[in-house]
């Protein structure tokens, strides 16, 4: 059974950091994409970055590029979302998912999800 677990999630002040941490277990990061998803209240979940266990390729969501670095550690099939300069915006329930191949913000490729973790920042 493939399970995915948030952490890291907390509340923060405006232009703090925060480090979230996605570890995945009964699958290894052999050709999966990694994604990192969130969902702030009242809103539709949306992309927020993507990284592929192949050759480390990433992409950003424009609202959180230049801020928010993705990065993977394939032994330990973890991946992590390091978060600056945050902003009242980005507070939202993050989800980390997986993906066989697919490079992208659709959902419906992403055949797993984790349970999410909360982040808030203050202005």
């Known amino acids: 059974e493939v399970q995915l677990v948030e952490s890291g999630g907390g509340s923060v002040q405006a232009g703090g950091s925060l480090r979230l941490s996605c570890v995945a277990s009964g699958i290894t990061f052999d050709n999966e994409v990694i994604g990192w998803f969130r969902q702030a209240p009242g809103k539709g979940r949306e992309g927020v970055s993507w990284?592929?266990?192949?050759?480390?390729?990433?992409d950003y969501a424009d609202s959180v590029r230049g801020r928010f670095t993705i990065s993977a550690d394939n032994a330990k099939t973890t991946v992590y979302l390091q978060m600056n300069s945050l902003k009242p915006e980005d507070t939202a329930v993050y989800y980390c998912?997986?993906?066989?191949?697919?490079?992208?913000?659709?959902?419906?490729?992403?055949?797993?999800w984790g349970q999410g973790t909360q982040v808030t920042v203050s202005s």
């Open positions: 990284i592929s266990s192949v050759d480390s390729r990433a």
């Open positions: 998912a997986v993906s066989p191949y697919y490079m992208g913000y659709d959902e419906s490729m992403y055949d797993y």
